[in-house]
């Protein structure tokens, strides 16, 4: 009896040391880890249907069909996404560098120069004298930081259905929003900019500025191609995330702004509702 007692409460705290040791990896996990896995379990339960969202600036509809994140370690080794589709014709570097210059504590070691900035350029110095001496100072107060960055991939079904601001079938696609929430709180947004699979414009000075353009034959017409942009953590904050969303926030006032919440709006879609790349 005794035995049998003992091997039941090995068996109980061997039940609870494995609670424990779950407890303790899910709260060493980083909001983002925590969120691709409820994306992925979202996914394999519920069968992902499209929304249509129509954008009526530019007479277009949208579905967004799929989505990929890939961090900045990785953008040059992955084999998916292609040089030449992106704004520049090469792939991102893995290293981005931001090189800031500290203009306060210029100002505060040089009086004439705080004067120029205080005074919108009017005092202290003329601008030529201005433009010399950040020149010739820049460097002694200028510092570079890796910046991490990530990449995210949106595929998208896009249907031109006529009007719009622009009558032109010819159409810029990067109109929607990527937003970064944290809770409720938008703490970051960017645009799929910087990549786009069935762009017309690869060659040249055309390609940078046009990249993200395509020509429609007719009313009726639809695509399906793969839009991109990258997110800089100094800027967009995808660090603080706790979830993502692409759709379109209202462009009218800033209290319609307040009021807007993508979990709710019909105009977006939440990244973990959406299937991931395979």
């Known amino acids: 009896m005794k035995k049998k007692l003992s091997v039941i409460v090995a068996a109980l705290a061997l039940v609870g040391l494995i609670a424990a040791v779950i407890a303790i990896e899910r709260k060493s996990k980083t909001p983002m880890d925590r969120y691709l896995e409820t994306t992925q379990t979202t996914k ?40 030449e589709y992106f704004d520049d014709g090469k792939l991102p570097p893995s290293d981005y560098v931001v090189k800031k210059v500290d203009h306060a504590a210029m100002r505060r070691d040089f009086p004439k120069y705080d004067e120029y900035v205080s005074s919108n350029c009017t005092k202290g ?80 000075k055309e390609q940078k500025i046009d990249s993200v353009y395509y020509k429609f034959k007719k009313v009726g017409d639809s695509i399906e191609c793969i839009l991109g942009g990258r997110l800089r953590d100094d800027e967009d904050h995808f660090s603080e995330a706790t979830g993502f969303y692409v759709g379109f926030q209202p462009s009218v006032t800033y209290s319609d702004e307040d009021q807007f919440n993508p979990a709710i709006d019909v105009r977006c879609v939440a990244l973990k509702d959406m299937p991931k790349e395979p």
């Open 125 to 204: 110095m003329t601008y030529e004298e201005a433009e010399a001496f950040e020149r010739e100072h820049e460097a002694e107060y200028s510092s570079e930081k890796h910046v991490k960055t990530q990449y995210f991939f949106i595929r998208c079904r896009i249907t031109y259905i006529g009007g719009g601001i622009n009558e032109s079938n010819e159409k810029c696609l990067t109109a929607f929003d990527f937003l970064i929430m944290n809770e409720d709180k938008i703490v970051g947004m960017n645009h799929p900019n910087c990549y786009f699979d069935l762009s017309e414009y690869t060659e040249g």
């Open 44 to 83: 394999q339960q519920v069968k992902y249907t499209p929304a249509k969202i129509i954008d009526n600036d530019s007479g277009l509809q949208y579905e967004f069909l799929s989505y990929d994140l890939i961090d900045d370690k990785d953008i040059e080794t992955q084999t998916k996404y292609k040089a």
